[in-house]
């Protein structure tokens, strides 16, 4: 049996800069951090008692004999292109899908890792990034960028650099007061809508290219914000106004960015004292992050009561096997391994 602990992210800056067709042309970046709210995929060989050969635990349940019957388009390829057969596997998380933090890409990082560990092999984060990049926007032809799998696999605070030829990982060089004194001064809230982020981004595409310019001044902001954060002698308030930048750029990148609901809201979170915020992924529901003083904080809370506040802590680890027993398998019809 394996166990894989994949987390979540936040994207700061940059959003939109990495999708394949700006960043091709014009370069991009994202400043990004995992936290501490995780998926977990959980993978084992299914004994042969059962008239299915497969059972498959996400938010549905399948029970298939052929791989080409499952339903899940993420699984369905990814246990094709890996050759994994008899096997059951379920999908546990803190966290609500579709919902702004890369969910769905930390769970294709999260299963994939599990794969290569239940074959006996450790997989480096630079393919497991790579390959959930392949998984979803190839074999899926899911529309998006690459910050989440990127964020999922390698985890912690960093700087994502796209160019035509990949992506580098750069990791935030921040003290470690510093870089606490950001996380307290973040404050997450679930709106309560939850959206497809392909969905949302197949939406806005047209939009985003004839945007260019508000990507190109989004791009800008993630040297200003990494600046914000190495300079120890910069006012980390800073970081907070320029993300009510990034959010007032993204709005005019897509027509379901944002809605009128969610406008409302980031407007009361400033009213009660934020320096700025942002809405988490594409766009359209999810997760409202502020940046707010200690000394706000509770106004800020108090104009967001009806939402759930979701108290985090970022992390550095990005996906891990945390659970590994290896098991005898003997493949069925001379099958692989």
Not at 294 to 322: C, D, H, R, S, W
Request: net charge neutral; with cysteine.
């Amino acid at each position: 049996m394996i166990i894989t602990k994949t987390p979540f992210r936040m994207s700061f800056f940059g959003g939109g800069t990495d999708m394949e067709e700006f960043f091709s042309e014009h370069g991009g970046a994202v400043l990004s951090t995992t936290f501490d709210k995780y998926c977990y995929v959980t993978v084992r060989h299914l004994p042969r008692f059962f008239d299915h050969s497969s059972e498959l635990a996400y938010a549905e349940i399948e029970r298939i004999s052929s791989v080409d019957d499952i339903r899940h388009p993420a699984i369905r390829h990814a246990m094709k292109a890996l050759d994994m057969h008899e096997i059951r596997l379920s999908y546990d998380a803190d966290l609500p899908a579709r919902s702004g933090l890369g969910t769905s890409s930390s769970f294709a990082v999260g299963m994939l890792n599990a794969f290569y560990a239940l074959k006996g092999k450790y997989v480096e984060k630079q393919r497991l990034a790579k390959e959930a990049i392949y998984l979803e926007r190839e074999l899926c032809q899911e529309a998006g960028g690459w910050q989440d799998q990127i964020a999922a696999a390698y985890g912690g605070l960093n700087r994502i650099n796209f160019t035509a030829g990949g992506f580098e990982v750069r990791p935030v060089i921040i003290s470690p007061i510093r870089k606490k004194e950001l996380n307290n001064n973040l404050l997450m809230f679930f709106t309560g809508f939850t959206r497809l982020s392909a969905v949302v981004q197949k939406v806005n595409h047209i939009a985003a290219r004839e945007k260019t310019e508000q990507l190109k001044q989004m791009l800008y902001l993630v040297d200003d914000a990494e600046k914000i954060l190495t300079d120890k002698n910069a006012d980390l308030d800073d970081f907070g106004r320029l993300l009510d930048c990034t959010w007032r750029l993204k709005r005019q990148t897509g027509s379901t960015i944002s809605t009128d609901s969610i406008d409302a809201l980031y407007k009361r979170g400033l009213q009660a004292g934020a320096l700025g915020g942002k809405l988490l992924g594409a766009g359209g529901g999810g997760f409202l992050l502020f940046y707010a003083r200690p000394e706000k904080q509770a106004a800020v809370k108090e104009a967001m009561k009806e939402l759930l506040y979701v108290p985090f802590q970022f992390e550095n680890e990005g996906t891990q096997v945390i659970y590994y027993a290896p098991e005898g398998y003997e493949p069925a019809n001379g099958a692989k391994r």
